[in-house]
């Protein structure tokens, strides 16, 4: 299997550490807010990953973390008058939601930045002691110019950036011995979360939480990093100078990175107006649409969103759904239960689509090939597949093809049709759930309906409905 590498610009024959198995961090979301779908794409991608490598039999420790103390989430918590906590929590629960929604599975583990001051004390009293980091006024600041092999990822010429410092300024820049050095302990201010150290009281810098996490549930040396390729430069850089300096060793032999999402071909920002957040487009669409159009492109080619291309999405969705939908119908009136001997000449040919998807995914997961493999089954199974075929046949053909579609993340079987009545009688029963303040039945009532493709808006008028 070759993957491109961004720490060395060349496409690698992936080895693991241990045989058999497969250690790999993805840096998660600032939980501050809903995610947006260019959150989306990561998870996405680097899940369907994870699922290529189980299939291929791999062991998989997947950690993605949940940065849970920011300066974004300290503001939200400001505006609202509650806590940190509380925000970070009510996020991170709404993210769950979101990534059920684009079947996404849970990380093997969700580690939380607060969860983790210990470690990140631990490892930056290690740096100090070995010389790569400095205290100014209870600020500690790892310092770049100890470390011989800073900019080895980002490819950075480091004279060029600290020429160009005066982009770089953070808060504290005059105590800084260069520009380019950057904080790996901050002191608390008033109305901030904080936690004591050796400095004092304060909380840790951003890329410290990431390096910490991957240390503690997969070791000092892991086999994937990846991410999203705005986090190249700073913080995967720094990851590695940090994880690097204090434990001595390679932090990850590979660094994998997904290219931008655009809007409408411009950059998604909330000034624009072009700002969408998962929970929005599953207003519109179901969440396997926006799988399947994420899964459209290479995960290193910049993706394009519009309304245009999600409905194409979505009719190329329809595509694999309605097959399986025909075949499960074929299934329930076929007359002849084995194989003839012309139909299991086509079962073998069915197998050889799995060779094609393999290749493609071995090809630096090509999820674009791989798609195009499934909607060959797809005409496959169209053209070959009929009532006067054997159960044995369509059997194969559809279990080949709900493997294919499983290993994207995709889920192709149509949900059963769902009562008006039944729908209401669970709408009631939430509502006075609500009345007797059991919300956490209310919430549990509202996820059933959501995992029932049912959307509540609670409007003035009422909770209303919607089918996804």
């Known amino acids: 299997m070759l993957l491109y590498n961004t720490l060395t610009k060349k496409r690698e024959e992936f080895v693991p550490i241990t045989p058999g198995k497969v250690s790999m961090y993805v840096c998660g979301p600032t939980v501050y807010d809903f995610i947006h779908i260019g959150n989306a794409r990561p998870m996405i991608v680097f899940d369907t990953l994870r699922r290529y490598f189980e299939h291929k039999?791999?062991?998989?420790?997947?950690v993605s973390n949940f940065t849970d103390v920011d300066d974004k989430i300290i503001k939200k918590a400001n505006?609202?008058?509650?806590?940190a906590a509380e925000i970070s929590e009510r996020y991170?629960?709404?993210?769950?939601?979101?990534?059920?929604?684009?079947?996404?599975?849970?990380?093997?583990?969700?580690?939380?930045?607060?969860?983790?001051?210990?470690?990140?004390?631990?490892?930056?009293?290690?740096?100090?002691?070995?010389?790569?980091?400095?205290?100014?006024?209870?600020?500690?600041?790892?310092?770049?110019?100890?470390?011989?092999?800073?900019?080895k990822l980002s490819h950075k010429n480091l004279d060029d950036l600290r020429s160009g410092g005066r982009d770089l300024k953070v808060t504290g820049e005059d105590e800084k011995h260069d520009p380019l050095d950057f904080v790996l302990w901050k002191p608390k201010k008033e109305g901030e979360p904080f936690w004591n150290s050796p400095w004092g009281e304060g909380r840790p810098g951003w890329h410290i939480e990431c390096s910490v996490m991957a240390k503690h549930y997969l070791g000092d040396t892991i086999d994937i990093h990846a991410g999203g390729e705005d986090l190249v430069f700073p913080h995967h850089e720094n990851e590695i100078a940090q994880s690097e300096c204090a434990n001595d060793v390679p932090f990850a032999h590979y660094w994998l990175h997904n290219a931008f999402l655009n809007i409408d071909n411009r950059k998604m920002s909330?000034?624009?107006?072009?700002?969408?957040?998962?929970?929005?487009?599953?207003?519109?669409?179901?969440?396997?649409?926006?799988?399947?159009?994420?899964?459209?492109?290479?995960?290193?080619?910049?993706?394009?969103?519009?309304?245009?291309?999600?409905?194409?999405?979505?009719?190329?969705?329809?595509?694999?759904?309605?097959?399986?939908d025909n075949l499960d119908y074929l299934l329930s009136v076929v007359k002849t239960e084995a194989a003839s001997d012309e139909e299991k000449k086509k079962i073998a040919e069915v197998k050889g689509f799995t060779e094609k998807f393999d290749a493609a995914m071995d090809d630096d997961v090509n999820t674009a090939d791989a798609l195009s493999v499934v909607f060959d089954l797809v005409r496959f199974a169209n053209a070959e597949a009929s009532a006067e075929s054997s159960r044995e046949f369509i059997g194969a053909v559809k279990e080949e093809l709900l493997e294919l579609c499983d290993i994207l993340g995709l889920k192709v079987e149509k949900k059963k049709e769902v009562l008006d009545s039944e729908i209401e009688e669970l709408i009631a029963q939430r509502q006075a759930a609500r009345k007797a303040r059991d919300f956490a039945k209310a919430d549990a009532i509202r996820d059933?309906?959501?995992?029932?493709?049912?959307?509540?808006?609670?409007?003035?008028?009422?909770?209303k409905w919607k089918k996804a």
């Open 448 to 463: 059933q309906l959501q995992g029932m493709g049912i959307t509540l808006l609670d409007t003035r008028e009422g909770v």
């Open 92 to 151: 991170i629960k709404e993210c769950k939601k979101d990534m059920e929604g684009m079947n996404v599975r849970p990380a093997t583990t969700h580690p939380r930045a607060t969860q983790e001051i210990g470690g990140m004390i631990s490892m930056i009293e290690e740096l100090i002691e070995k010389g790569y980091a400095y205290e100014e006024d209870g600020t500690v600041y790892f310092s770049t110019r100890k470390d011989p092999g800073y900019g």
């Open 270 to 324: 909330k000034s624009l107006g072009n700002f969408f957040t998962v929970r929005q487009i599953g207003e519109k669409y179901d969440l396997m649409v926006l799988r399947l159009f994420m899964l459209s492109a290479h995960y290193r080619s910049p993706l394009n969103f519009s309304k245009e291309l999600m409905d194409s999405a979505k009719a190329a969705y329809e595509r694999i759904t309605n097959a399986v």
């Open 79 to 83: 505006q609202e008058g509650v806590t």
């Open 57 to 62: 039999g791999y062991e998989v420790n997947y």
